[in-house]
């Protein structure tokens, strides 16, 4: 079976400074892949070389078999790669559906609309008529990830979904994990909590210093053994 999404050798540069090294990684269709690593580890570069917005120095990245390489970001989301950056963010001024609706504008046919996305969110059900400005950051957040579903992406990137919130609004977030899989999306999630990570990946993938130092079937690691790969102690 060809991966969804394959990355070969891969090189990504910031002037002089490299920030990737030669990472590989391979995700099948339905799968979800948590991508681990402490600050500055190279995470948010990686998903941003996937998503068209960062350049690759070397190696490949394929999607459904197709080389990736020169395609803009926008070719990238028509051909169903939608990233969720870090930092929520939502039209202030639209309300919770009109942000969800916008997501959808152009977007591909699939198993994502608005009803879907409330059940995900069963939160933002009741917030359908609030505007961006008067969300709280859970919502946002929820608000931001409906956005991109909306567009019906294959592959959903989602960049620290759960950094700055409150325990009990990342849970939320992370109920609608295995709803967002069940419904056939591929997930890579970038996150720095190894245990919300473990809970809803099938494969970790743990980066130090642009390579890769750990790369294993979610069940076959513990908390201790991803730490230890995020610190180098291994
Ligand atoms: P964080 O959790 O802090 O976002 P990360 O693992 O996502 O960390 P990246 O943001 O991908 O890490 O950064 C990887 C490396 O690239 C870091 O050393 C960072 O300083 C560097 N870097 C990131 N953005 C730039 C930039 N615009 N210009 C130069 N260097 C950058």
Same mark, same amino acid.
């Given at each position: 079976?060809?991966?969804?999404?394959?990355?070969?050798?891969?090189?990504?540069?910031?002037?002089?400074?490299?920030?990737?090294?030669?990472?590989?990684?391979?995700?099948?269709?339905?799968?979800?892949?948590?991508?681990?690593?402490?600050?500055?580890?190279?995470?948010?570069?990686?998903?941003?070389?996937?998503?068209?917005?960062?350049?690759?120095?070397?190696?490949?990245?394929?999607?459904?078999?197709?080389?990736?390489?020169?395609?803009?970001?926008?070719?990238?989301?028509?051909?169903?790669?939608?990233?969720?950056?870090?930092?929520?963010?939502?039209?202030?001024?639209?309300?919770?559906?009109?942000?969800?609706?916008?997501?959808?504008?152009?977007?591909?046919?699939?198993?994502?609309?608005?009803?879907?996305?409330?059940?995900?969110?069963?939160?933002?059900?009741?917030?359908?008529?609030? @505007?961006?400005?008067?969300?709280?950051?859970?919502?946002?957040?929820?608000?931001?990830?409906?956005?991109?579903?909306?567009?019906?992406?294959?592959?959903?990137?989602?960049?620290?979904?759960?950094?700055?919130?409150?325990?009990?609004?990342?849970?939320?977030?992370?109920?609608?994990?295995?709803?967002?899989?069940?419904?056939? @999306?591929?997930?890579?999630?970038?996150?720095?909590?190894?245990?919300?990570?473990?809970?809803?990946?099938?494969?970790?993938?743990?980066?130090?210093?642009?390579? @890769?130092?750990?790369?294993?079937?979610?069940?076959?690691?513990?908390?201790?053994?991803?730490?230890?790969?995020?610190?180098?102690?291994?």
């Amino acid at each position: 079976m060809t991966a969804l999404l394959d990355l070969e050798s891969v090189d990504v540069h910031y002037g002089d400074f490299q920030a990737i090294h030669g990472v590989s990684l391979s995700l099948d269709e339905g799968e979800t892949l948590a991508v681990m690593g402490a600050n500055g580890a190279g995470k948010s570069t990686l998903l941003k070389a996937v998503a068209g917005l960062m350049a690759t120095s070397a190696g490949a990245v394929r999607f459904g078999g197709q080389d990736l390489a020169g395609m803009a970001p926008h070719q990238r989301v028509a051909a169903g790669i939608s990233l969720v950056p870090e930092g929520r963010r939502v039209f202030k001024s639209l309300t919770v559906e009109e942000n969800l609706l916008v997501g959808g504008y152009s977007g591909r046919p699939g198993p994502w609309d608005l009803a879907a996305v409330f059940k995900a969110f069963p939160l933002l059900a009741e917030r359908r008529s609030r @505007t961006g400005i008067h969300l709280s950051g859970g919502e946002q957040q929820a608000t931001a990830i409906g956005r991109a579903l909306m567009a019906n992406p294959r592959l959903l990137l989602l960049d620290e979904v759960s950094l700055g919130l409150a325990p009990v609004v990342v849970k939320d977030i992370y109920q609608a994990l295995p709803v967002i899989s069940s419904r056939g @999306t591929t997930v890579l999630i970038v996150e720095q909590d190894v245990s919300q990570a473990l809970s809803v990946a099938d494969h970790v993938q743990c980066l130090l210093e642009g390579r @890769t130092v750990l790369e294993a079937s979610a069940a076959s690691v513990t908390r201790d053994d991803v730490a230890a790969a995020y610190f180098g102690l291994e």
